[in-house]
């Protein structure tokens, strides 16, 4: 049995190499979303000029703020389509 515990070093290397393998981990609104480097954990985030940055805590702190709204203001979308039954 082979243990690939250690394979972090050479996945880095390979990103440094042929650049970051990143997959959409969350969707915080229509415009924002979350990344993850399938190889070293790297994070990216789209700030605020839709461009990739950086998952710093302050970015976090702000994600987490803006799905807030974005959620709330889905369930209200919801509520009135439903109210209404237009469909
Ligand atoms: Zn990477």
Not at 30 to 55: A, D, I, M, P, W
Not at 59 to 66: D, R
Not at 74 to 80: A, D, S, T, V
Request: net charge positive; aromatic share 8%.
């Amino acid at each position: 049995m082979k243990k690939t515990t250690n394979a972090i070093a050479p996945m880095r290397i390979y990103c440094d190499l042929f650049g970051h393998n990143y997959e959409m981990t969350k969707k915080v609104t229509k415009h924002v979303k979350e990344y993850t480097c399938k190889c070293c954990k790297r994070q990216l985030t789209t700030n605020g000029n839709g461009k990739l940055t950086e998952l710093t805590p302050k970015f976090q702190e702000i994600n987490s703020i803006l799905e807030e709204i974005y959620t709330r203001r889905m369930i209200r979308l919801k509520n009135k389509t439903l109210t209404s039954s237009i469909y």
